[in-house]
């Protein structure tokens, strides 16, 4: 499917930078390791199964492969669905009540820590290789910077605090296992069954279809396998690794470069300066995060800068290439991939083929956890309670998406020290942004960045959400001293921006604002 080239001014001859990125899924390659695994992960195959708007009847054989070499192979009456949490999602209406005279079945791999050809793991990437294990690691490492600060609060160490990092990665893992658990439990209790192996789509012969109507009329197939790592076979490629393996590293790295400035590549730059590592960035653009808020880009480029890491910009290997993503027996079944290899979906999430349905990550669209369980959600009400559902993304656009929408906004930014920094002496600081309709004057983006900015925005994404205005953000009285009260205080706007009404896009301004 499509390539992605990318260019360098200069190459990186070292081979601790020799290290590299996915350009369209959100995956980031670590390096200074020669932990030297080239490592996927994709699951085959999931369904989900109820009489929504199909045409074309399709049936699926799972083969399941064990490691002790046995096969099990089943004439699907179940509808396969991938283990994860989306696909839980699509399927947490049947655990109560059960719906009558369904049969489900999830086709995962075993559980591994680490995603390969032959393992996965129910509870997919989020809960196993991607959000669940990153925010562990990102607890470890904010404890340097509390052991940083504590000096500013009368606390004295006579001995430098050290850190295990076989300890942190052991109690990680064992975490993971107790996760992956409770969702085979979930399964379980729903009456799902669960295959472990690998799934391929087939189209059945005329005879053996009309055989298998005597199980069920339809079924449909719901494809749930998210995104993967990979790395381009360029040389030094034996020295980096992926952000799989980057979790459950045998050791900690010293020195470590990580090329790429989306919000993954930042997340592990933040991990691992915390836990001491010597941090280099490698990004195309000049500044990380792009499509983000222009000024949250800056802050937080500033910030990181501060922390200690090193961002070296307008540097990429050149011509990596994103090889095409291989989804056995799916285009043999007509169903459409688009030029990045993603799963192309209409916005019921159904495919080119009726009865094959496909969820987050894999379809390409806002790349995010929850949104991939919202959709999960939402197909669940249009395949069984007859309730055609489209995904709602309300509280998930982008900053550009917002300018498009609305002809005139405004915006009120803050930036201040923090409390806990007038005495630490670190120069901390947290930025708190509110994006505004000029005509209705309801709050429609808010941006927050510093300590507790995950859980501030958590409870305002429920405002956004209902509509709130300004004013009534204005009439909340705030809880002090928190940060979060200051997004109740802001009054004055500190930039008005239009839109051109006869183009229906936002001028130079916007686009600058916004990153484009």
């Not at 089943?74 to 369904?102: D, F, N, Y």
């Not at 008005?496 to 916004?514: L, Q």
Request: charged share 20%.
């Amino acid at each position: 499917m499509a390539a992605t080239s990318l260019s360098t001014p200069r190459s990186l001859t070292s081979p601790a930078f020799q290290t590299l990125r996915s350009y369209k899924f959100p995956t980031t390659f670590l390096s200074f390791s020669r932990y030297a695994k080239s490592l996927t992960s994709r699951h085959f195959f999931r369904s989900a199964s109820s009489p929504h708007r199909s045409r074309r009847r399709l049936t699926t054989t799972i083969r399941s492969e064990f490691s002790n070499g046995r096969r099990a192979s089943a004439s699907v009456r179940l509808r396969p669905v991938h283990g994860s949490a989306p696909a839980a999602e699509a399927l947490e209406p049947l655990a109560s009540p059960p719906i009558l005279g369904l049969k489900f079945a999830v086709c995962e791999l075993p559980f591994a820590t680490i995603s390969s050809d032959s393992t996965g793991g129910v509870g997919g990437t989020c809960v196993l290789r991607g959000c669940v294990p990153k925010k562990l690691l990102v607890y470890a490492s904010k404890f340097s910077h509390e052991f940083e600060e504590s000096g500013g609060f009368g606390w004295n160490y006579e001995a430098e605090p050290k850190h295990d990092w076989s300890t942190l990665i052991a109690n990680k893992n064992a975490e993971l296992q107790r996760l992956t658990g409770i969702y085979k439990n979930i399964l379980s209790n729903a009456g799902v069954e669960l295959i472990e192996g690998r799934g391929k789509v087939r189209l059945w012969t005329h005879t053996q279809w009309m055989w298998m109507e005597r199980f069920t009329l339809r079924r449909n197939i719901l494809i749930s396998v998210g995104g993967r790592p990979f790395i381009p076979d360029i040389p030094g490629s034996e020295y980096a690794i992926d952000s799989d393996a980057a979790l459950d590293l045998p050791s900690k790295p010293e020195k470590i470069a990580i090329v790429g400035g989306g919000y993954i590549a930042v997340e592990f730059a933040g991990i691992f300066n915390g836990l001491m590592s010597d941090v280099h960035v490698f990004i195309r653009q000049k500044k990380v995060l792009r499509g983000f808020d222009e000024e949250i880009r800056d802050f937080v480029g500033e910030q990181m800068s501060l922390r200690g890491i090193e961002f070296h910009s307008e540097e990429t290997p050149q011509a990596i290439t994103r090889a095409k993503t291989k989804y056995k027996g799916l285009e043999a079944v007509g169903v459409t991939m688009s030029k990045s290899g993603a799963i192309e979906v209409d916005e019921y999430s159904q495919t080119s083929v009726p009865s094959i349905w496909a969820v987050g990550d894999v379809t390409d669209r806002i790349n995010l956890t929850p949104v991939a369980l919202m959709e999960g959600g939402a197909l669940a009400k249009t395949l069984f309670a007859n309730e055609p559902t489209k995904p709602d993304y309300g509280c998930f656009f982008y900053c550009a998406q917002i300018y498009r929408h609305h002809l005139s906004v405004k915006s009120v930014l803050l930036k201040s020290r923090p409390l806990k920094a007038t005495l630490s002496g670190l120069p901390d600081r947290v930025f708190m942004k509110l994006i505004v309709c000029a005509k209705t004057n309801k709050v429609i983006g808010l941006h927050v960045c510093g300590d507790d900015s995950p859980e501030i925005v958590q409870g305002f994404a429920v405002a956004l959400k209902a509509g709130l205005t300004k004013a009534d953000f204005d009439a909340t009285i705030g809880i002090h001293p928190t940060a979060a009260e200051e997004l109740v205080t802001m009054r004055t706007p500190t930039r008005k921006i239009r839109s051109n009404p006869s183009e229906g896009k936002a001028d130079s301004d916007i686009k600058a604002a916004t990153g484009v």
